[in-house]
């Protein structure tokens, strides 16, 4: 039946299936290059706050551009020879913004990655993964963070600030 034959494809299977039936997408290098996927994991927004950054929001912000065009300026050897904006700036499940905000945490406060994870929900490796991408960076444009008085390592004691000092309810 020719209706049959069109539905299934040239192995016999149904289309966006292998032979084994496992299901495949097609791969679109324009679409991947082109459309940024949604963060996987938005940051608490107490985390944002200047008392736990050691910046005003404008700071941050400025302090954000300043990363982004380092590394658009200085791209990491790519043996691809399209244009890598896309790749630099998205590198993993983090955003640039919360790469760079889970980096002046960990040196502000000297909080451990594993209580980073914990907090933002991401998937394990990737706080490290953006701490380290993100310091030389920061060392590369003369950027140094401050430390904060005291330390906060857990989870509980970011937290602990964030109630303390009644900014979770800050809206951003």
Known sequence: DHSVSTQLGREGTAPGTTPCGHSHRPRCHLAATTTAPSPTTAPPAGLRHPTLTGMQDSEFAALLASVERYLLDHPPISLHHKPARYRILRRGPLSLSDRLLVTVIHHRWKTQRQALTRLLGSPRGA???????????????????????????????????????NIKSRSY
Request: aromatic residues 0%.
């Open 127 to 165: 706080v490290g993964d953006a701490i380290h991408e993100v310091t030389p960076v920061l060392d590369g444009l003369g950027r140094r963070i401050p430390p904060a008085p005291i330390t906060a390592p857990t989870a509980q004691d970011l937290t602990n600030l964030i109630d303390k000092s």
